[in-house]
Structure formats: C-alpha cells, structure tokens
C-alpha cells in the first residue's frame, strides 16, 4: 500500500524543506532495515543511522532502487485523483485500513504508534522540569516522569530552560509534535481491527475537524502531506519557458494550483465546513479541465509575442501588470476555455497593453498588483495590496 508520506527522504527533510524521491539524483536509496532515503543522503553518509527505525549502519550495505520510476509514477499519473482521494479521507474520516485494506471510518492507534516512535530513539532530549511544564501553553494537568521512558542516575537538562534537574518529566507534547510525520499511515485503522487488535489502546479520529485538547495533532497530521500535494501537483503542471505554448494560460493553472495550496492550510472553521467542500471539489475540477484544454493546443498562443514584446513592462515582482490582471479577471472556479487575452473582458486592457508596447513605454517605478480574486469563496482575507499609481 502505497502513501504520500513514502515519496519524500527523512534523512534530509528539515521543517523548512522536503525532497522528493526522483529517478534521477534522489532515487531511494534502499537499506537493510527496508526503510529508505535518497541515494544523495546515503552517499554521503553511509554509516548514518536510519531515520525511521534508528538502526545504525542501516545504509552501509544497501542498494539503490532502480525499479523507482513506477513510485512517483503511480502519483504523477493522476495527482488530480489522488488530491480528491486525500481531501476526502481528511474531510470524512474515511480511508484504507492499513490491516485489513477495507476502506472504512479510520481511527488512529495512539499506543502502537508511540510505541513504535520510541524504539531507540534518544529519549532525554524531551526531558522537561515541572516548572517548564506547567508554564507550557498545552499543559493538561498530566505530567509522566522521565524515569517511565528512561533510566537516568544522573541530572539532566531541561530542554526548555536549561536548568539541570534529577527529578524531570517527559514532554509527550514536543515528543509528538516532532514524530507525527512517522509512518502515520501505518497506524490507521478500522473498528474491525480496532477490536481485534487493539482494544485496550488507546485511539483518536483523524479527522481535521477534532474539537478535543490534542486537536493541533490532527491538523499536524493533515498539514504533514500538504507540502506534498504541492510538490507533486507543481511538478505535474510545470513546463519549462521554451515549452510554454501559451503563457496566460499557463499563468491562471499556476494561480489555481497556488489557490489550491491556499485552501488546503486555512479551511478550518467548522461553520464554513460545507461550502469550502463543494469549493473544493470545483476548484480541483477547474484546473483539471484547464490543464486538460492546455496539454491539448499543438501551437503557440499569439500571447507568447505579447508576453516578449512587454518584458520591460513589470511590477516588483516581475510580473506584467496587464497580463496578470487578464488572468484575475476569469475566477479561479470558473472554468472557460482559450486565452485569457482574447477573452471580451480584457478587450480594453489589452488594447492599453498594446498601446504601451507600440510606444515603447518602461516601468520606472516598482509596482504591487492589486489583487482581484475570490477570497471570499473559501472564508479566506486577502492580504493588503497596492493599487497601481
């Protein structure tokens, strides 16, 4: 059973940064404890511990994947699919049982998942004093001694103040925050295999919509795949400069795939829960059908010589103020076919657009877009914007 959380490598996977695997420099890398990382990560260190089940020396008699193409294969083929697919699950709760593969209202073991992230991992790193512990935002009332996970003789530090201490407790809210992304997909379960597994452990839904204290844990474990679904989404849409057969199409698919990304971080209020929904299911429609329409044209757009005869014409970002307002005009859920330059709303500003190429007329001043767009759609506030002088 394949999952999204397989595609990326853990050993170079920072907070700011994910790599995918690829076929090319970062295929996976595969060591004898079955788990993976890119072949740049096991070059470059082939003694390194694995990042999943920590055994050591995991990668030093290993081999590359070659077979890997059919890995990111599977997602790039229908990423539009596999963004329904991953929405919907979130949304109701319902997926595929990592037991049984029925696909059916999952539950999340809580017990066998942290069991599994504590196996030899270095536990005295989340060792935290009472003080720090009441003090902290998140704090329950519940405090676990450090002596129940580890074996300590001598004081330790406290990895919030710093402070040395015999007498020190676990801090299971950094410990969690830090492992969600851990082969979550293996601890989704159904009822069925609930009871028949694990019925004296404890569990929690997956959706995003938890209302309980650990309700951050559930919109960590949605927020975990979401750089994912952008990387893999981006890579499916990109097309290099000198392949572009028209640009103002391409622009508004590349502003719905941002939109998307958009939605996927801040539908949140439960109120606004059932219309974000159906906006979604149009919003992935729209770019699907206008990926479709573009993957289509066997020629160049008379747009592509707009877009060169007005490089000079660009805002701070180094964007054409005309053409990108064209593209803003058609809503990212609506869903119309040709080039937005030829659309009968855009008459006036391409013949000003003309206008100013004909003249010659450079952009002396850096300028911010005024952004026209439909926020309001997904309970979402625009940021602020200037107007053009």
């Not at 990326?8 to 790599?19: D, E, W």
């Not at 996976?28 to 694995?50: D, E, L, R, Y």
């Not at 439960?270 to 929904?277: D, K």
């Not at 008379?302 to 053409?323: A, M």
Request: proline content about 3%; hydrophobic content about 30%; some cysteine.
């Amino acid at each position: 059973m394949m999952h999204l959380e397989s595609l990326i490598c853990l050993a170079c996977k920072t907070y700011n940064n994910v790599n995918l695997f690829d076929n090319d420099t970062r295929r996976p890398f595969v060591g004898t404890c079955g788990h993976s990382i890119c072949s740049i990560c096991a070059k470059s260190n082939p003694k390194q511990t694995c990042p999943v089940c920590y055994k050591k020396e995991a990668f030093k008699n290993g081999a590359v994947n070659y077979s890997s193409s059919s890995i990111m294969g599977n997602f790039d083929y229908d990423i539009f699919q596999v963004i329904r697919k991953w929405w919907m699950s979130y949304e109701s709760g319902i997926g595929v049982c990592s037991k049984c593969s029925a696909r059916k209202l999952l539950r999340v073991c809580e017990t066998c998942k942290l069991k599994e992230a504590i196996k030899h991992r270095d536990l005295s790193k989340y060792a935290i004093c009472e003080c720090c512990a009441k003090s902290k935002r998140f704090y329950e009332g519940k405090l676990e001694n450090l002596r129940n996970f580890v074996d300590h003789k001598i004081p330790l530090e406290c990895h919030f103040c710093h402070t040395n201490d015999q007498n020190l407790f676990f801090d299971n809210f950094e410990f969690q925050w830090d492992t969600e992304h851990l082969n979550l997909a293996d601890f989704n379960f159904c009822s069925d295999c609930i009871l028949d597994n694990h019925e004296d452990h404890v569990t929690s839904k997956i959706l995003i919509y938890e209302t309980t204290y650990f309700s951050v844990f559930p919109a960590k474990r949605k927020e975990e795949t979401i750089p994912l679904l952008g990387m893999l989404l981006k890579k499916k849409l990109f097309e290099a400069d000198e392949n572009i057969k028209c640009k103002l199409r391409y622009m508004r698919m590349m502003r719905i795939c941002e939109k998307m990304i958009t939605t996927f971080y801040f539908v949140k209020s439960i109120g606004s829960r059932r219309r974000s929904n159906g906006n979604f299911k149009k919003l992935v429609s729209s770019l699907e059908e206008q990926y479709n329409k573009y993957k289509q044209l066997e020629s160049p757009c008379t747009c592509l010589k707009v877009w060169k005869d007005s490089e000079n014409i660009v805002n701070i970002l180094g964007e054409n103020p005309s053409l990108c307002r064209m593209v803003e005009r058609v809503g990212v859920l609506e869903v119309r076919n040709g080039c937005p330059l030829e659309f009968e709303s855009n008459r006036e500003e391409k013949k000003k657009l003309l206008e100013l190429i004909r003249r010659g007329v450079k952009v002396e001043e850096p300028q911010r877009l005024q952004i026209g767009d439909d926020f309001d759609s997904f309970g979402l506030t625009p940021q602020s914007s200037y107007s053009k002088k």
